[in-house]
């Protein structure tokens, strides 16, 4: 029988998606829905949305910095302490 690939921690194998998904795509708020929070990511794509379209951009360009911030902070924590903060106890901002 072969040994299963299992993170180590449940929910930690959300941490490398959610992590570069904040990067890449930190505006957008996509990494907030990998991770469940649904208000926030809502939040997000809606600042960065109107700011598109409304307002020069500017809004989108801060939920972009956030969404950075946020990823490399998911990406420099250990599992353990990325499920107990965002899994465990649902941290929804930084």
């Known amino acids: 029988m072969q040994p299963q690939n299992r993170p ?3 929910g930690a ?3 490398v998606l959610a992590g570069v998904l904040g990067i890449v795509l930190g505006g957008l708020g996509i990494h907030k829905f990998i991770l469940g929070y649904n208000t926030e990511g809502i939040i997000m794509l809606a600042v960065w949305a109107v700011g598109v379209l409304f307002l020069c951009g500017i809004p ?3 939920m972009a910095v956030i969404g950075v911030i946020e990823g490399i902070m998911y990406l420099t924590k250990s599992d353990e302490e ?4 965002y899994i465990v106890n649902k941290k929804g901002w930084f």
Do not use: E, G, I, Y
């Open 13 to 15: 194998d959300k941490k």
């Open 82 to 85: 990325f499920v107990h903060t």
């Open 60 to 62: 989108s360009l801060v």
């Open 8 to 10: 180590a921690v449940p």
